[in-house]
């Protein structure tokens, strides 16, 4: 093999090499943004007026659930995962609560903003 030809060769493998890291990188920006549009969503859709009327407010936490759950099985990150899937048993909590005791509303409340902590943690 002349020296022309060992030169184009090396060429074609650097450029090959430089194809895959580019690769790589491009998939971790993809990964990073569908993280990040995963965490917008489910911080949009975290809010629930417990003063409507309860046959609405169940079926409000129902679509969130179900949306909730959608959003973790389409994100890789694990922590994030988790938390998605914890703030959408949340809101099955409500679907069986009698949210109309204000007790019940309160400790909603406070395990639900235990659980938008953890996302908003994990989502950073």
């Known amino acids: 093999m002349g020296i022309g030809r060992v030169c184009v060769v090396?060429?074609?493998v650097l450029v090959l090499a430089g194809c895959q890291e580019v690769s790589e990188a491009a998939d971790n920006v993809g990964a990073a943004t569908d993280k990040a549009s995963v965490c917008a969503e489910a911080l949009g859709l975290a809010d629930l007026n417990p003063l409507v009327d309860s046959d609405k407010?169940?079926?409000r936490a129902e679509d969130?659930?179900?949306r909730l759950r959608?959003?973790?099985d389409n994100?890789?990150?694990e922590d994030v995962k988790a938390s998605l899937l914890g703030l959408a048993d949340?809101?099955?909590q409500v679907q069986k609560e009698h949210i109309e005791d204000a007790g019940v509303v309160a400790r909603w409340v406070r395990h639900n903003t235990e659980r938008l902590d953890a996302?908003?943690?994990a989502c950073t």
Do not use: I, P, W
């Open 10 to 12: 090396l060429a074609s």
């Open 57 to 59: 407010l169940k079926a």
């Open 64 to 66: 969130k659930e179900r």
């Open 70 to 72: 959608e959003l973790a």
């Open 75 to 77: 994100v890789a990150d």
């Open 90 to 92: 949340s809101y099955v």
């Open 119 to 121: 996302l908003r943690k």
